[in-house]
């Protein structure tokens, strides 16, 4: 790899100055500005995917109905080409928005377009693996917890929201962490469409610099990628950690079902018990 890299011109001896360089992360154009918008755009597009996926997938896998569309509509969905789909949006509707006169929050000059195609866009990627979880996860949990949860007295909204919800949480989050680290690494080959930050930007622009000029900006963002998205994916764990219930994480069995003598009906108790 190493031989490859040097045959094509490009070269690691400056992304360590570049990344220890002060001037290049400070200003209305350094490092941490486009971290910033990366990590913006990156939580706009997996909230707006999760507050269509959640319900869906959750209502799907309680009913038991809509099952073949949801798989066909993830299906379909994951064939979609991203950068294809957001330059013929974006050319669309870059007339009918013409937003040139400066900075826009986050967006730079004539960003709004761009921001809206690539929102569009990134949205229908971040869907399936978040609504083919949720999915899954509602109907992977055990009959007997959902037949005691109804001999309870629960009725069906109870008994998503009280059991088959918390059981079905750890598969959920991962699908989250799934959409956001396809997202986070997407972003950058969005960044190809004018008007567009993020780490993504250095990417673009520095394939159309000299290799001595282009290079280490461009490799520099793409380390500062790789990290954003094992930091991001990280906090996203830990988020399960706390959120998920011991008794369907398994850290509750680990503790107890390895002495003598426990059983596992608490598991089913906390599963039932679970607000």
């Known amino acids: 790899m190493s031989a490859i890299l040097a045959d094509s011109g490009v070269t690691f001896s400056g992304v360590g100055k570049y990344l220890t360089t002060g001037s290049n992360w400070w200003g209305i154009d350094g490092l941490l500005v486009h971290i910033r918008d990366h990590v913006i755009y990156a939580a706009i597009i997996v909230l707006a995917a999760a507050l269509i996926a959640l319900p869906v997938g959750l209502i799907v896998g309680h009913t038991g ?10 299906n379909a969905l994951r064939a979609v080409p991203t950068l294809g789909l957001i330059v013929l949006l974006y050319v669309w509707l870059a007339p009918k928005i013409p937003v040139n006169h400066g900075n826009v929050l986050f967006l730079h000059r004539g960003g709004v377009p761009t921001f809206i195609a690539v ?99 461009m490799l520099s963002a793409a380390i500062l ?14 988020v399960q950690r706390l959120v998920v219930s011991p008794g369907v994480s398994g850290r509750y069995s680990s503790k107890h079902t390895s002495q003598p003598g426990v059983t596992t009906a608490p598991l089913v108790e906390a599963q039932l018990t679970v607000a």
Not at 65 to 73: D, H, K, P
Request: glycine share 12%; net charge neutral; with cysteine.
């Open 65 to 74: 109905r809509g099952v073949v569309a949801v798989v066909g509509v993830a």
């Open 119 to 217: 929102v569009i866009v990134l949205i229908l990627l971040a869907v399936p693996p978040i609504l083919t979880n949720t999915y899954a996860g509602i109907q992977a949990v055990d009959p007997a917890v959902r037949d005691a949860a109804r001999g309870m007295g629960m009725r069906g909204s109870q008994v998503l929201r009280r059991v088959e919800l918390p059981c079905a949480l750890p598969l959920i989050i991962s699908g989250l962490r799934n959409a956001t680290l396809q997202v986070i690494a997407t972003l950058t080959v969005a960044a190809y469409v004018p008007g567009l930050g993020g780490l993504g930007r250095y990417i673009a622009d520095g394939a159309e610099q000299a290799p001595a000029q282009g290079d280490p900006p």
């Open 225 to 238: 990628v790789a990290l954003l998205a094992v930091v991001v994916d990280g906090l996203l764990n830990l």
